[in-house]
């Protein structure tokens, strides 16, 4: 017997509000549409009328579990939040863009189910700035706190 993971599937409540939030604000691609069930390019599904699906109590579908979340890279964080900051319906973010020890700016906000979800700058880009700003690949590697062998790549890379 093989079984084999496919997506993780979160429960929405209006899908046709989901696809344009992550279509539109995320750039996700719809692999398949089956109406309630879509699945995105980004490996993760929705559905729609989650209850029924699985049996559960409509009042047993909780918003905001807030033991989860949905993690996107970006190459410009500033972009990202200009395009948040130009999207037309309200999004509640969780907090502000903020940079951690390890030196990635990320911020987190809320789908419009109440689903956390997390956008970082993508580790190469953090490597890049660490780079530019005169650390070399040790220091970056211990700041980033990333092994030595990924720095040196994203560095060598860089130089092409």
């Known amino acids: 017997m093989h079984i084999e993971f496919q997506a993780p599937l979160?429960?929405?409540?209006d899908v046709e509000r989901s696809k344009r939030f992550y279509c539109g604000l995320f750039?996700?691609?719809?692999?398949s549409d089956f109406g309630e069930n879509v699945t995105f390019s980004g490996g993760f599904a929705i559905q729609e009328k989650f209850a029924w699906l699985t049996g559960l109590a409509e009042d047993s579908v909780r918003s905001r579990p807030h033991n989860m979340e949905l993690y996107f890279e970006t190459d410009d964080l500033d972009a990202f939040m200009q395009r948040l900051g130009e999207w037309p319906e309200h999004v509640e973010l969780l907090h502000a863009p903020r940079k951690y020890d390890w030196q990635q700016c990320v911020v987190r906000l809320y789908d419009p189910d109440g689903h956390i979800i997390e956008?970082?700058?993508?580790?190469?880009?953090?490597?890049?700035?660490c780079l530019a700003e005169g650390?070399?690949?040790?220091?970056?590697?211990?700041?980033?706190?990333h092994p030595l062998e990924l720095v040196l790549r994203v560095r060598d890379e860089a130089a092409k």
Request: glycine letters at 6%; charged letters at 25%; proline letters at 0%.
């Open 10 to 13: 979160i429960a929405v409540q």
């Open 135 to 145: 650390h070399t690949a040790e220091e970056t590697a211990a700041l980033t706190q």
């Open 27 to 31: 750039g996700q691609r719809i692999v």
């Open 119 to 129: 956008v970082g700058e993508a580790m190469e880009v953090v490597i890049r700035r």
